[in-house]
């Protein structure tokens, strides 16, 4: 047996079925917001990975460490898992097969001996030279149906999440 969803605009895969527990709580996980911005997300993430996997051979995760290194000269390996949101274990593999493969390079902090600081080196900026602007057309293709103003409210939307964020993790200590 099939039970409609409530919300009568929603697509027809959006139902409750036989396994689904009615004696427990219900997350509408296609309404969740975490959840649809996550998938939103890697799905976004794997179509501008399709541009330069084969080409350069790296991955969304390694694209990630050279985007913010890129951008942010100089980071510790803690300041790449901060940058991109991913978990630490995760960037010391991927900066670890950077670092392999002569993408990356690590020194140490001028006034610090004991910190270590990464970089790109030459062939890891010509990676990047050359996947900006791949990565930067996507996007142009991703919102060429939304108008400018469109775009500042997306903007503004996302700028508000971040803000609401900071408040789950900070509460009463909002960004301004």
């Known amino acids: 047996m099939t039970i409609a969803a409530t919300d009568v605009n929603a697509p027809l895969d959006q139902t409750l ?105 030459e062939a890891g900026y010509r990676i990047f030279d050359e996947v900006v602007p791949l990565a930067l057309a996507r996007e142009r293709a991703l919102l060429a149906h939304f108008s400018d103003d469109d775009r500042r409210q997306l903007d503004a939307l996302l700028t508000k999440l971040s803000k609401g964020l900071q408040d789950l993790i900070q509460p009463g200590v909002a960004e301004d």
């Open 17 to 121: 079925h036989d396994d689904a527990p009615l004696d427990h709580a219900l997350l509408d996980l296609e309404h969740f917001l975490p959840y649809r911005l996550s998938v939103l997300s890697n799905r976004i993430s794997q179509v501008i990975a399709d541009t330069y996997a084969a080409r350069f051979g790296i991955g969304i995760a390694e694209w990630r460490a050279i985007a913010v290194l890129g951008r942010h000269s100089g980071l510790s390996a803690n300041g790449v898992a901060e940058r991109t949101a991913m978990d630490k274990v995760a960037v010391s593999r991927t900066l670890a097969r950077l670092l392999e493969r002569g993408l990356v390079q690590r020194d140490t902090h001028g006034d610090d001996r004991r910190r270590s600081v990464l970089e790109l080196s």
